[in-house]
């Protein structure tokens, strides 16, 4: 049986991983990867702003809209409130009137 050496070849080559040789068409991996994430980010941006600013807009009319609606019936509410004074101020002028009348 024959002892198999191994022999650890240098390459200088490696040592440099993130290179770009645009001339011999050698991209590369983390390079793409990269602009891919930048083009998904992009995209997102895009396709995903005009959604969220819809969503925003709508959500801040209907919000309007339910403060509209509380608006008025507090105001009903106190349009009731202030008949039921203005009969119970006219019924007390008309007691006394007629308490003053009697007398």
Do not use: C, H
């Not at 490696?14 to 991996?29: A, E, H, K, Q, T």
């Not at 019936?73 to 008949?83: F, G, H, P, R, S």
């Amino acid at each position: 049986m024959k002892d198999a050496t191994y022999n650890f070849q240098y390459d200088p080559k490696n040592l440099d991983m993130f290179r770009l040789d645009v001339f011999s068409g050698n991209i590369d991996m983390s390079l793409l990867i990269l602009v891919a994430v930048i083009a998904v980010v992009w995209l997102a941006f895009y396709i995903l702003g005009p959604w969220m600013k819809w969503y925003m807009l709508v959500t801040s009319q209907e919000k309007r809209k339910e403060d509209n609606k509380n608006k008025i019936k507090e105001l009903i509410m106190m349009k009731e409130v202030q008949t039921e004074l203005e009969k119970e101020i006219e019924e007390s002028l008309l007691s006394a009137g007629l308490k003053t009348s009697t007398i």
